[in-house]
């Protein structure tokens, strides 16, 4: 008798039991139902807010890399139309670049120094290389500029690479796919790239404040330091991404803010960034190198 | 009625093409870029459920982001855009509510009316575009110049469309 009774209690806990959990989901299950719209939209701005800082972080995520192989190659039927509108202003810039050229070939030059001709192998050994490739896709007007190449990872692009034209840099290589690359260019708030002024050798770090299009930023020059307007600013060499002297333009203004010990100093970049067709990569040879050497110095 | 969803989806294609293909490429100066795509998610029907307008936000951003080459900002931005599509649309709503079948455009309501909405929804899409852009408070002054006057010019963009596609009074 009591073991029925005992049976018939449990019975009853459990059911109790039950009905309350299934109370709870149906209400969550409600609660769920009734603002699914606004679930929806967290979960798909976590997704995309994700996307954007994991890009700001590291590098971007292979998504990208399969994407930017879709959006290069119609990208690249675009460029092959609108080419054809700048074909006599890219005669022109590389007709001048030729004679730039011509200029230095070595038979225009006498060498009269005993060491160099001794030395000769020493001396031209070479260190950088340099990959022609085209500009498909190019923006300048955001905050975050940046350009597509029509070569990657096939033709010998590696990330962190230099990209120089005619005129002067135009940025680094951020990323490749199999066929295209993506360049972050000097007017990319993100960029920094080390720059020296040519006449005295002092460095600082150029950026960009996202303004202009035509002018950038060049900061930690100390105050002692003589500048004037129309100094010629180039690359310096020390990030081994560009050669040494690679022109990026001239001092167009300085200031000197109160309390601070650098300059505000103002460059017009020499590149145009809204005319840009074909350019160089610059591969050097010695990066590995150098950069091993560099790394086993701070790890001690 | 069934004609409603391939018209969008040529809709759609249009006007990704004339914003990755044109826009991205014509800015007018340093920084007024007009967004023109946002017209999609303003012309969906009334009758889209929430949920799916969402999902198309989400595409649509993605799509222009791919092909601007910039990561999820134009993601962000649209999804938010579509998500707050609604509560204007009920903000804005006739005193005897939507008529079925009819869409946003000039074709069943008035000129002030296309105005009221289409600033409002590009207005948001515009400050979250360029707020998530710069990711950054430091000059914020500059980021609402180029919000406003990049808004101006696209709320022109769309009501000019609609005057010339819509407009059969």
Request: proline share 7%.
């Given at each position: 008798m009591g073991f029925k009774v005992w049976d018939l209690e449990l019975e009853f806990i459990e059911g109790e039991y039950k009905s309350l959990i299934s109370f709870d989901m149906r209400n969550l299950l409600k609660f769920l139902i009734h603002y699914h719209v606004t679930f929806l939209f967290i979960v798909l701005e976590v997704i995309s807010f994700t996307i954007t800082i994991q890009n700001n972080f590291y590098q971007r995520a292979s998504f990208i890399n399969n994407t930017t192989e879709i959006s290069g190659n119609i990208y690249r039927i675009y460029s092959s139309v609108v080419e054809y509108f700048n074909v006599r202003n890219e005669n022109d810039k590389l007709a001048l670049e030729n004679t730039a050229l011509r200029k230095l070939l070595k038979s225009n030059y006498i060498i009269n120094d005993k060491n160099i001709q001794q030395a000769n192998d020493l001396i031209y050994k070479q260190k950088y290389d340099y990959i022609n490739a085209k500009v498909i896709n190019n923006s300048?007007?955001?905050?975050t500029n940046y350009i597509t190449l029509n070569k990657g990872r096939n033709q010998g692009i590696k990330p962190d690479m230099g990209v120089i034209n005619s005129q002067g840099i135009v940025g680094i290589v951020k990323d490749v796919s199999y066929n295209f690359s993506i360049v972050i260019p000097?007017?990319?708030?993100?960029a920094h790239i080390s720059a020296k002024?040519?006449?005295?050798?002092y460095f600082g770090t150029l950026s960009w404040?996202?303004?202009?299009?035509r002018y950038a930023l060049l900061n930690e020059?100390?105050?002692?330091v003589k500048v004037s307007k129309g100094d010629t600013v180039v690359t310096?060499?020390?990030?081994?991404i560009f050669p040494e002297g690679i022109t990026i333009g001239v001092v167009k203004d300085f200031n000197f803010n109160q309390g601070n010990n650098f300059y505000n100093i103002y460059i017009q970049l020499s590149t145009d960034f809204m005319n840009l067709n074909h350019v160089n990569v610059v591969s050097n040879l010695y990066k590995d190198e150098q950069k091993i050497l560099e790394n086993s110095v701070t790890h001690d | 009625m069934i004609n409603i969803i391939p018209q969008n989806i040529i809709r759609f294609f249009v006007l990704v093409f004339i914003q990755v293909v044109i826009l991205n490429n014509l800015q007018f100066s340093g920084f007024v870029n007009p967004f023109i795509y946002i017209l999609f998610i303003l012309l969906l029907?009334?009758?889209?459920p929430s949920w799916l307008l969402l999902i198309i936000g989400f595409v649509t951003g993605l799509t222009i982001d791919v092909f601007s080459g910039t990561i999820a900002i134009h993601t962000i931005a649209t999804t938010l855009a579509a998500y707050a599509r609604p509560f204007v649309l009920t903000l804005f709503a006739p005193r005897d509510g939507y008529e079925s079948?009819?869409?946003?455009?000039l074709k069943y309501y008035d000129l002030l009316w296309i105005i009221r909405y289409s600033v409002v929804i590009v207005l948001i899409h515009h400050s979250c575009l360029f707020l998530v852009e710069v990711?950054?408070?430091?000059g914020f002054f500059y980021t609402l110049l180029r919000i406003i006057l990049s808004s101006i010019l696209t709320s022109i963009l769309i009501i000019i469309s609609q005057l010339l596609f819509y407009k059969n009074k």
């Open positions: 300048v007007f955001r905050q000097t007017i990319n708030i993100n002024i040519k006449k005295n050798n404040d996202g303004k202009d299009y020059i100390p105050f002692h310096s060499g020390y990030s081994s | 029907p009334f009758e889209t079948r009819t869409s946003p455009t990711f950054r408070f430091s």
